[in-house]
């Protein structure tokens, strides 16, 4: 049995009604209190003659009767702020995002859980967004490797393709794959991460000629050089900072014309590692938005390459940003030193 069910019979009333009782009872307590003490200390033997005692009993009904307005007062108070509260509470559980939450202007514990409320709706808001916008993508970005295979298996069996259907099916298998796995490196991040506790020493020569092995045969040709001193060592995740490179190497073998190039140099803050190509220049207005989530170029896929390179870079707090030079982009990453 709980400990507050002897007091449920009061709890299942109006605040208002809570209220009045409490304070009736400490008034009955304090008057009680009161004359004993005056029996005993101040006027001992004190007796009171039926008309005192009438006196007496009138000023405890006009305090009983104070106490009922004192109690309706507070409870308005009170119970105000938590109507409000639960016109919020019951906006959140319906789903009902288009009404915003009420906030007040008071400071107090409940205005404080209030107004947290409305924090909570747009950060609900945000998440909806995004895994509104995660199905969509992930609907389009996969169906249309899936469809393009199955049209190379239709084409082949009624004798269209030869076996340069089997060609196209590995290219859209490949890259079916490609987007899976940053699909889960997304949904795991944290746990493939780590804690930071765990960094050991990272070359970021090494890193860089992993990643110049790696796309060395790319389909397009483009030449990847490499210039990073050997003594260049970070504190990080080798395999997550090699996710940085492979990232933002192949989202520029998509838009470079002949050549890319890693290099690094010491700067104050760290080591500012830069991957050139000579693609077209990034337009001002997609600079912002280029590390955001799904966010796709014209030749992008889903959208998550640099957006896993950003989360990772961020999580050894470093720095990533992209600009223009005169022949095309460099993306830069700033770490810091061992």
């Known amino acids: 049995m709980s400990r507050f069910s002897g007091r449920s019979w009061l709890q299942d009333r109006p605040l208002a009604v809570q209220l009045w009782a409490v304070l009736s009872l400490w008034t009955l307590l304090a008057a009680g209190a009161g004359l004993i003490y005056a029996r005993i200390f101040l006027v001992p033997g004190l007796t009171l003659d039926p008309e005192q005692g009438r006196g007496l009993l009138s000023l405890l009904l006009m305090l009983l009767i104070a106490n009922l307005f004192i109690?309706?007062?507070?409870?308005?108070?009170?119970?105000?702020p938590f109507e409000l509260l639960a016109g919020n509470l019951a906006r959140i559980r319906g789903k009902n995002w288009e009404e915003k939450i009420v906030q007040v202007r008071r400071k107090d514990e409940i205005g404080q859980?209030?107004?947290t409320l409305s924090q909570i709706q747009r950060n609900v808001v945000e998440i909806n967004e995004d895994e509104e916008l995660f199905y969509q993508t992930v609907s389009h970005g996969l169906k249309t490797p899936i469809m393009v295979i199955q049209n190379c298996c239709a084409a082949y069996y009624d004798g269209i393709y030869g076996d340069e259907a089997i060609d196209i099916i590995m290219?859209?298998?490949?890259?079916?794959?490609?987007?899976?796995?940053?699909?889960?490196?997304?949904?795991?991040?944290?746990?493939?991460?780590?804690?930071?506790?765990d960094f050991r020493p990272v070359r970021l020569a090494e890193l860089s000629a992993e990643c110049c092995k790696r796309f060395l045969g790319n389909e397009k040709?483009?030449?990847?050089?490499?210039?990073v001193p050997e003594d260049f060592v970070v504190q990080g995740n080798a395999a997550s900072l090699q996710t940085v490179f492979d990232n933002i190497v192949e989202n520029a073998l998509r838009y470079a014309v002949s050549y890319i190039r890693i290099w690094a140099e010491a700067d104050p803050a760290g080591y500012l590692i830069s991957f050139e190509n000579d693609g077209r220049q990034i337009p001002r207005q997609v600079m912002d938005l280029l590390f955001e989530k799904f966010f796709k170029g014209a030749d992008g896929n889903f959208g998550l390459g640099l957006y896993i390179a950003r989360k990772i870079v961020t999580f050894h707090?470093?720095?990533?940003?992209?600009?223009?030079?005169p022949q095309g982009v460099r993306f830069r990453v700033l770490l810091k030193q061992s």
Do not use: C, P
């Not at 109690?71 to 105000?80: C, F, G, N, Y």
């Not at 707090?317 to 030079?325: D, K, Q």
């Open 221 to 227: 040709g483009i030449r990847l050089t490499a210039a």
């Open 113 to 115: 859980i209030i107004n």
């Open 71 to 80: 109690a309706k007062l507070a409870a308005q108070r009170v119970a105000e």
């Open 171 to 197: 290219k859209e298998s490949l890259s079916l794959e490609k987007s899976v796995r940053k699909l889960l490196y997304v949904s795991s991040f944290d746990h493939m991460l780590g804690h930071r506790a």
């Open 317 to 325: 707090r470093g720095e990533i940003w992209a600009e223009n030079h």
